[in-house]
């Protein structure tokens, strides 16, 4: 089951609603939404703490519980927390777009082909093209591989929580951005997906994990270019690597559309996303900001905090 309290520093990207609607809090470290509880509404302070801090570089410091997706204490961090958090939080050097998407008006097919539709300036960084899906399936079996529910013992440590679907989508990319660079040795890179203003949101059904659904207002997986061939046709395709979502490497629509469930909520949108270098990690938001975790500290951390979790 998801954590019941967990006490961190984190910032602010957003606080969406209020005036008699539900007050809706994005933090930039969470790709969980949350609301207020019931002592943090008490008073209004939370409240105006935290909309003074939205899409600022200051932390605060909250007690969350993610299984209710409730804010439950916010305070001020003790300025070497603050300090502490803000050395560690190192930008993303020329950071890709962020751009608009409405998946109704793609092409799902055209959509994944790389050079024709995905013209992203950041594959002239990573000019590695995975040679074939069979290679593709090999690097995503090694990853799903490493879930924390498997009794192991696991070719890489930590484990990776792919069972808690809820959060840490940024921790799981990392890692196995790291395991596509260093063991199989092809660079990578990741893509977001945002629904940032409400009362759009992102929503999954885990099916793999209970088959509750999940919310959230962005999410992150690593991204690779696959080689085709057809005939006497070679062509790439953009696919994903998410084991927490999938039993296999997908194509980048089909990871889009799988989070516009909407019999899990009638405002499942992917507004917007983006294709980033596989440095990033979590996004610094509003802008086309994004944050780096360049020696896995923050990773670690979060993947052996999540190791014991579930889902549903």
């Excluded at 439950?72 to 003790?78: C, N």
């Excluded at 194509?251 to 499942?268: M, R, Y």
């Excluded at 990690?281 to 896995?296: E, Q, V």
């Excluded at 905090?305 to 889902?311: C, I, K, V």
Aim: glycine letters at 6%; charged letters at 20%.
């Amino acid at each position: 089951m998801a954590k019941a309290r967990e006490t961190d520093l984190v910032t602010v990207a957003k606080v969406r609603g209020g005036a008699g609607k539900t007050v809706e809090i994005l933090f930039n470290e969470r790709q969980q939404i949350f609301t207020l509880g019931e002592k943090a509404r008490a008073g209004g302070g939370a409240a105006r703490l935290l909309r003074a801090r939205a899409g600022r570089s200051r932390p605060v410091k909250v007690t969350l519980n993610p299984a209710r997706g409730t804010v439950e204490r916010i305070g001020e961090p003790r300025e070497r927390e603050a300090a502490e958090f803000l050395r560690l939080r190192v930008p993303l050097e020329k950071p890709q777009k962020i751009v608009a998407i409405d998946l109704a008006k793609i092409d799902p097919i055209k959509f994944n082909i790389v050079d024709l539709y995905l013209k992203w300036p950041v594959f002239r960084l990573c000019t590695d093209v995975v040679p074939s899906y069979a290679k593709a399936k090999q690097i995503f079996d090694f990853c799903a591989g490493l879930e924390c529910n498997l009794p192991g013992p696991f070719a890489v440590n930590p484990c990776i929580p792919f069972q808690y679907v809820i959060d840490g989508c940024y921790a799981r990319a990392h890692q196995m951005r790291r395991i596509i660079t260093t063991r199989f040795g092809y660079c990578c890179d990741k893509v977001f997906s945002f629904a940032p203003n409400a009362p759009d949101q992102l929503a999954v059904k885990a099916d793999k994990w209970g088959g509750c659904c999940v919310f959230w207002w962005y999410h992150v997986a690593p991204l690779i270019r696959v080689r085709f061939k057809i005939l006497k046709f070679n062509f790439t395709l953009a696919m994903v690597i998410d084991p927490s979502m999938f039993d296999k490497p997908v194509l980048l629509h089909t990871w889009l559309a799988a989070q516009e469930n909407k019999n899990c909520s009638a405002n499942a949108h992917v507004t917007r996303y983006s294709i980033q270098p596989g440095s990033a990690y979590t996004p610094i938001y509003p802008g086309n900001s994004f944050a780096t975790d360049p020696n896995y500290v923050k990773t670690e951390n979060t993947l052996q905090q999540y190791a014991n979790l579930t889902t549903c």
